[in-house]
């Protein structure tokens, strides 16, 4: 007996994947739900586990190939590793094909086959006799095929989870792909340079990273504001507490929490940075699910603090730290990169001083972040030393006005600043 291995449903949107690597070789003895085979999206990577226990008795297809949803990907035959051999052997029986001998009964064979009558199938029995499987009907809402674009193979033409894997592949294949615009013409290299060139496929994340971000710079009427912020309390409190919150929380007290605090404030009073344009309509959202930009080898991935206005500061923290975590190990969830009504962006950590961040569409704001460093302030008519961050707020103009902009950075600054307020809740 073969269990085929198949291209699971990846999540809204995702309709394809490139297979990155296969942790096992044909002819390996696997166990059921063992990682199998990488398959990257456009938004995260996953494993494919094995559907049953037995041998991987087939790859068809490699890295670096692009499979779509319900894409056959190898085959699990039943046995152990040690069976592998004679499995092939198996076929040497083959002379037993004379078996054919009993040809002269041709007609027997186009009896059953008039029986069949291909045309009457399952599909002409009242498809709609049976709802969908539960398991079915939540991959029609997915993939936002209807239940009557679907042949039922189950009982009384019930519609099975794998009917829709199969509607949804047969689908793509049909759809024409948009074609994509010729790219310019690379200047031309010396032959002496081209030799010391190394050219690398862009990953389906880094391709994905491009558009996303070209597509926000050809959409939205993006602009940028700039602040700077005294660091200096924050950083006090830090320095005070640190030792005291990690031993209570089990994290460290770092200065990503301090900031989602106080943007969640800085939104809920100037909501129209928590919007976006739906058509014709601005959709205000009285949540606050904050996106927060991850750098990995792979690239920047943007996992979301959903309800961030209901968390403490420790549990911001945890969920910003196991975030970081799992983003580096490519363990990321597509459900914990949707949905994010903002962004937060840290080019600090590489020592940027000033940048201008592009957004996150849909979403109409995102915050970028610098590196602290020590500059002459007045203070009191006095030049002193603070440490000072310069913060950039890049928005959509056509949701947000400057004046909201501004005093959207401004109500952040004063947040950091004064992070008794975030403390309190001020």
């Not at 009457?120 to 049976?130: D, G, K, N, V």
């Not at 605090?261 to 009073?269: F, H, I, P, R």
């Not at 103009?397 to 809740?425: M, Y």
């Amino acid at each position: 007996m073969t269990t085929e291995i198949r291209v699971p449903t990846l999540g809204e949107s995702v309709v394809e994947a490139t297979v990155g690597q296969w942790f096992k070789q044909a002819g390996d003895a696997v166990a059921a739900d063992e990682p199998l085979v990488e398959l990257e999206t456009d938004k995260v990577t996953v494993e494919v586990p094995a559907p049953a226990g037995g041998v991987l008795s087939e790859i068809v297809v490699k890295a670096g190939d692009t499979v779509e949803v319900g894409a056959l990907l190898g085959a699990i035959a039943a046995g152990d590793g040690a069976e592998v051999a004679p499995a092939p052997k198996a076929a040497a029986p083959k002379p037993a094909e004379p078996a054919p001998a009993p040809q002269p009964a041709p007609a027997p064979a186009a009896a059953p086959v008039a029986l069949k009558r291909e045309p009457y199938t399952r599909t002409e029995i009242a498809p709609t006799s049976m709802p969908p499987s539960p398991a079915a009907r939540k991959l029609l809402e997915e993939t936002g095929l209807a239940a009557d674009q679907v042949a039922g193979t189950g009982r009384r033409g019930q519609i099975l989870k794998g009917d829709v894997i199969s509607a949804a592949a047969e689908t793509l294949r049909e759809t024409p792909r948009e074609a994509k615009p010729p790219a310019a013409p690379r200047a031309p290299v010396t032959p002496d340079d081209a030799a010391r060139e190394e050219r690398v496929r862009m990953t389906r994340l880094r391709q994905t990273i491009a558009k996303r971000l070209k597509d926000a710079q050809d959409t939205a009427a993006m602009l940028t504001t700039f602040n700077d912020v005294d660091m200096s309390k924050v950083m006090e409190l830090r320095k005070e507490y640190r030792d005291a919150f990690e031993k209570r929380h089990g994290v460290k007290l770092g200065f990503m929490g301090f900031f989602v605090k106080a943007c969640v404030q800085a939104l809920k009073d100037i909501p129209a940075v928590n919007a976006e344009i739906d058509g014709d309509d601005l959709v205000y959202k009285n949540y606050y699910h904050i996106g927060v930009a991850v750098g990995t080898e792979r690239g920047l991935v943007v996992p979301v603090i959903r309800d961030a206005d209901r968390m403490t500061l420790a549990e911001i923290e945890g969920t910003i730290a196991d975030f970081g975590i799992r983003a580096r190990e490519g363990k990321l969830g597509l459900a914990e990169m949707q949905g994010g009504t903002f962004t937060i962006s840290n080019g600090g950590i590489y020592g940027s001083m000033l940048s201008t961040p592009i957004l996150n569409a849909p979403q109409s704001g995102i915050l970028g972040m610098h590196r602290i460093e020590e500059r002459p302030v007045v203070r009191d008519g006095q030049i002193v030393a603070r440490p000072m961050m310069y913060l950039a707020l890049s928005y959509d103009h056509r949701i947000v006005d400057g004046k909201e902009a501004v005093t959207f950075l401004v109500n952040v600054k004063d947040s950091l600043e004064n992070p008794a307020r975030l403390i309190l809740d001020l």
